[in-house]
């Protein structure tokens, strides 16, 4: 889906802290927390099977980075839902939002030099 590894690792790594089996308290599933209907909808049959869903989440963020065409509002998007980062045009005013934006574009630059 051409998004690079050093984005998706660390929304694996925010979102789950690596763990296949993760269950959010709103339900999301698996390595990159995907909702059951959104999974549905990528073609994830097991959200818990760590190749469909990181597969099926790497889908997901390529979609929100075509559509937002920055890598600010995608990752925004990723948490927050995409309506609701249109309507307002920006990072919401979401305290975990804005910290999961933090979060997921800076592990890159911690990881340099350390991960291939």
Do not use: C, W
Request: hydrophobic share 45%; aromatic share 8%.
């Amino acid at each position: 889906y051409r998004v690079p590894v050093s984005l998706v690792r660390p929304v694996v790594a925010v979102e789950s802290a690596f763990r296949s089996n993760a269950v959010s308290h709103a339900g999301a599933l698996g390595l990159m927390q995907l909702m059951p209907d959104t999974a549905a909808d990528l073609g994830v049959k097991d959200a818990f099977d760590p190749e469909q869903n990181v597969m099926g989440g790497t889908r997901y963020l390529a979609f929100l980075l075509k559509h937002f065409k920055d890598d600010e509002l995608a990752v925004a998007a990723y948490n927050a839902g995409p309506g609701r980062v249109a309507r307002e045009g920006r990072i919401p005013d979401i305290p975990e939002t804005q910290a999961y934006v933090e979060s997921v574009l800076g592990l890159p630059k911690a990881y340099e030099g350390i991960l291939p």
